[in-house]
């Protein structure tokens, strides 16, 4: 089985002529509200993927007692993923980030109000579903205590996704197996500054950034296997006609997760997430196009 420990919120993507300036008032033209937050939505990607009789996906987090936090329950299991670990926190409101979008540009600002996140501890994750998990799958948008003890508790595959990108402690990193990071996580973790990398550049960053396997994503171009002691491998996505690259990473996580708790070597859950995430291009949000595994195998390069 799958365990994610992470974050639940609720977007509100708000489309916007221009995006404001300092003290500016603009007119939107719609907000729309989408089930969000990394956790949630790479457990809706295995939860996707999970075939009939298989493991299953497992969700821990805190939600508040309020409608939002209710919408994100429903959402995900709807997903598949059993929500039974998501407790509600009396005074604390649901996640949310509230997102203006330009038209035309896609630019976008983001504000993040942790809210029930934030109170997700410890003892939360200690649990027996993040125990006998195949795979526990965590990110950083909850605090890093109850990441580090959700990584200790764990006895199987460990894979984290270092979002948003800080330091991790001695205690988290010895116990990860695969970090997850994307170019621009990388490159934060490791010191260096923003910009386009060679592939020889990116191996060089992942080995200084931590000792175990690093899968580097990088968007359309595919992801980066490094392993210690062997030679990089970078897997190119099939061609797919992308529309909204929103959660393409949580997707990738998600899906290697799945690959991963089945069994499969990791070059090939690499390849099996590559194309997973590529198919999730294709529809807008985070989650308005997230494949079965039937639709995965169809695409998979021979
Ligand atoms: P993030 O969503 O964290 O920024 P990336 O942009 O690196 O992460 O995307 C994650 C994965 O999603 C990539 O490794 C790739 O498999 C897939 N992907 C992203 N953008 C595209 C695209 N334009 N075409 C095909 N696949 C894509």
Avoid: Y
Avoid at 18 to 34: D, H, Y
Avoid at 98 to 113: S, W
């Amino acid at each position: 089985s799958v365990t994610v420990v992470g974050s639940l919120n609720e977007d509100v993507l708000v489309s916007v002529a221009r995006l404001p300036g300092r003290g500016e008032t603009v007119i939107g033209r719609s907000a729309v509200l989408a089930p969000g937050g990394k956790g949630a939505n790479q457990a809706a990607a295995a939860g996707m993927l999970a075939e009939r009789g298989a493991g299953a996906v497992h969700m821990v987090g805190r939600v508040g007692e309020d409608p939002a936090g209710h919408r994100q329950l429903a959402a995900l299991a709807a997903s598949r993923v059993d929500v039974s670990r998501v407790h509600r926190t009396p005074g604390a409101p649901t996640g949310s980030a509230t997102i203006p979008v330009e038209d035309g540009t896609g630019e976008n600002l983001i504000v993040v109000v942790p809210g029930a996140n934030a109170a997700l501890t410890p003892e939360d994750a200690g649990v027996g579903s993040v125990r006998r998990a195949a795979v526990v799958l965590l990110q950083l948008e909850t605090p890093m205590a109850t990441v580090t003890a959700a990584a200790r508790a764990a006895t199987g595959t460990v894979v984290l996704t270092p979002a948003p990108p800080q330091p991790l402690p001695a205690a988290l990193r010895d116990r990860v197996d695969v970090l997850v990071p994307n170019e621009h996580e990388l490159a934060q973790l490791a010191g260096a500054g923003p910009g386009e990398r060679t592939p020889s550049e990116l191996v060089r960053l992942a080995r200084v950034v931590a000792p175990c396997a690093v899968v580097v994503t990088l968007g359309a171009r595919g992801a980066l296997v490094v392993l210690p002691e062997e030679h990089p491998l970078l897997q190119a996505p099939p061609p797919v006609t992308a529309v909204d690259t929103t959660g393409a990473g949580d997707c990738f996580c998600g899906a290697l997760a799945h690959a991963l708790a089945a069994g499969t070597d990791l070059p090939a859950a690499v390849r099996f997430a590559v194309t997973a995430a590529a198919i999730s291009t294709t529809g807008p949000g985070a989650r308005g196009a997230l494949p079965d595994a039937a639709a995965v195998r169809a695409l998979l390069p021979r």
